[in-house]
């Protein structure tokens, strides 16, 4: 059985923007609705929500028939936490909170096996289709991705140290975390934070790596694909069920009988 393909990872390398989702309602059937919707990647949340282990791993079952590539987030960068996402067959990961190179190469120590890295090794584990995946451990990091995400003035200083080290294949810039960092707090729409968002992704894409972020504001992401964003989030599936939950509501509350 042939070692999977990841799409996202070669349509980075190919400089091919990538349009996404933010996945934080954590189950299986709410996955497979937006995996069908047409986005080019999901981004899996378990830092902000409850999902554990096992749910991702369902979320990531439930995906796998649709052409949406699942990118998983755990909640740190965490080397465990790291090995159990890439066994149950996550292909791509984005940390949260890398500050600077060092953390960077932990991360990227954490996702690839020895000698090079510290992953552990596995069995007949879902990411080696149960052992049917040839020569699984010499030829699995081709098809692993690692982004990292500079989210605060820390990460931004240490911004090129952290481009340059190997293994990183793209940097995340997080607007809401960076803006309260910045002093913004709740505003990670504000001028001088979008300037220092914008600058980020031009470092990153002139170093030769994939540069990426998350925002709901069309206008805004607009803008940040045309400054060099490679993967966009465009979006929250629990944002966009509330959103329009409200305006349904209001709609017939408006128009109700007396």
Known sequence: MELPVNTFKRALREQRHQTGLWVTLGHPNSTELVAASGFDWLLLDTEHTPVLLPTVMAQLQAAAAYGSHPVVRP???DKVQIKQYLDIGAQTLLLPYVQNAAEAESAVAGMRYAPRGVRGVGGSMR????GRVHDYMRRCEDELCLLVQAETGEALENLDAIIAVDGVDGVF???ADLAASLGYPGEPQHPNVVAEVERAISRVRAAGKA???LTPDE?????????GSLYTAVGVDAAILARHCD???????ATAPA
Do not use: C, D, E, K
């Open 247 to 253: 305006q349904l509501a209001a709609r017939f509350a």
């Open 75 to 77: 909640s740190w960068n």
């Open 173 to 175: 810039i997080g607007p």
């Open 219 to 227: 206008t805004l992401a607009r803008r940040y694909m045309a400054a």
């Open 127 to 130: 990411a080696t289709r149960y």
């Open 211 to 213: 540069p990426g972020v």
